[in-house]
Every structure is written in structure tokens, then in C-alpha cells.
């Protein structure tokens, strides 16, 4: 079956650690998508890709970074720059707009 | 610019009565419209889309949204509300732009109580 995954499905970080969430899809979609959920704040979008080897800032990306080196592939790296990382974690892919976005089902990083 | 707003943050209903979430968009062309629910740690489910053919869409699990250009508004409902109704629904809208874009409303949780 078509779908996106994301690994771990929880995450516990140490200060000052770098981390590593996991997306992956098998649904042929050109665009890949990285989300932060906060309680209470809704889907904040903190990197986005339209094509393989190309990547742009959302409206969060500060603390944060990611590579496209294949178009299954849009994973997500915390960095210890990321000063409040605790936080769910959504990847998301799309072909054409008009037929919305598939999410994957989270990854939720704790700091510990 | 393109905006989407969530009119109730909480919606608390019985099982068994009706359920109206609330939608209202912004948009300077016609949109395409989405509604996902997002059950707890769990990722977004697409539950129906607007795409500009018919403005009564049906989705799953008895979900349905009219598109109301006059009003701007594309309100969820479903007859009979059930307990695994129970999550946070977004209402999302297309954005024009530079790359496949969607703005997320803010989302509204729904309770069901017995």
C-alpha cells in the first residue's frame, strides 16, 4: 500500500543533542512537507521541498535542518540550536494541490 | 491572500446529535477546500475536498461540507455524532503561490459525550 512513514514514533533527546526524525513515502509526490504541532497552536510548517536536491524555510526553521537526496526520502534533523524541540512532529507529502496533502502518523520528541 | 479561520475552538455535542464545525475562508480566486481530523498522537486523515465540482461534498464516515461562496464559508457536518468522533478537525485551504501550498485553520476539538 502507497504511504508515508515516520520513525521513531517517540523520541527522547538529551540537551544539546542533535536528532534525527525519519520520513519516508512511496506515493511518487514530487513535494514533502515538515511539521510542528504544539498544543493549542495548531500545524506551524517549518520546512518544505518541491523537488529532489531542493528546499525552503518555513515560517519555523530556525534550530532546525533537512536534506532531499532522494524523493522518497525528507528527513528532519533537530538541532541543539532548537531551544524548545518538545513537540509532535508531522511529515507530509503532495502531488497536485488540489487533492490536499497525506501526513504521516508523527513522530513525538521529548527532551529529557 | 488566502486565510482560513475556525470559528469555535471547542465543540462539545452528544452522541447521537447533530455536529456543525465551522469554517469561514478568505481568497481572492476559487479555492480548493479540505477538512482533515486528527485523532490523538495520530496523523491528519483527509476527510473530504472541494475541488470546485459539486458544493456538497461527502466524505467518510458520514461527513459532509457545502461549499457556500456567497457566505465564504465551508462548514462540516454529520447527522448523528459517535463516540469515536471524538478528535480535532482542521479546515484547510489552497494558497496560491510558488509551490503546493495549504493553510491550516487553528483547528476545533470536538467532544462527544454519551
Known amino acids: 500500500d502507497g504511504g508515508i512513514t515516520q520513525s521513531p514514533k517517540y523520541l527522547f533527546r538529551k540537551e544539546g543533542q542533535n536528532v534525527t526524525l525519519s520520513c519516508e513515502q512511496n506515493?511518487?509526490?514530487?513535494?514533502m512537507y515538515w511539521y510542528r504541532q504544539d498544543p493549542g497552536q495548531g500545524l506551524r510548517l517549518i520546512y518544505y521541498?518541491?523537488?529532489?536536491?531542493?528546499?525552503q524555510k518555513g515560517d519555523i526553521a530556525e534550530g532546525y535542518s533537512v536534506s532531499r537526496e532522494k524523493k522518497e526520502s525528507f528527513p528532519l534533523t533537530v538541532t541543539s540550536a532548537q531551544k524548545n524541540p518538545t513537540a509532535f512532529y508531522l511529515c507530509?507529502?503532495?502531488?497536485?494541490?488540489?487533492?490536499?496533502?497525506?501526513f504521516g502518523s508523527g513522530t513525538r520528541l521529548t527532551v529529557v | 491572500a488566502q486565510s482560513v479561520t475556525q470559528l469555535d475552538s471547542h465543540v462539545s455535542v452528544s452522541e447521537g446529535t447533530p455536529v456543525l464545525l465551522r469554517c469561514n475562508y478568505s481568497?481572492?480566486?476559487?479555492?480548493?477546500l479540505f477538512w482533515y481530523v486528527q485523532h490523538p498522537n495520530k496523523g491528519l486523515q483527509l476527510l473530504l475536498k472541494?475541488?470546485?465540482?459539486?458544493?456538497l461534498v461527502k466524505g467518510i464516515n458520514g461527513f459532509e461540507a457545502e461549499f457556500k461562496k456567497s457566505e465564504t464559508s465551508f462548514h462540516l457536518t454529520k447527522p448523528s455524532a459517535h463516540m469515536s468522533d471524538a478528535a480535532e478537525y482542521f479546515c484547510?485551504?489552497?494558497?496560491?503561490?510558488?509551490?503546493?501550498?495549504?493553510?491550516f485553520g487553528a483547528g476545533t476539538r470536538l467532544a462527544v459525550h454519551p
Open positions: 472541494y475541488t470546485s465540482a459539486a458544493t
Open positions: 506515493l511518487n509526490h514530487d513535494a
Open positions: 481568497s481572492s480566486y476559487s479555492p480548493s
Open positions: 521541498s518541491q523537488i529532489v536536491n531542493d528546499f
Open positions: 507530509a507529502s503532495s502531488g497536485q494541490v488540489i487533492y490536499g496533502y497525506t
Open positions: 484547510v485551504v489552497s494558497a496560491r503561490g510558488g509551490y503546493n501550498k495549504l493553510i
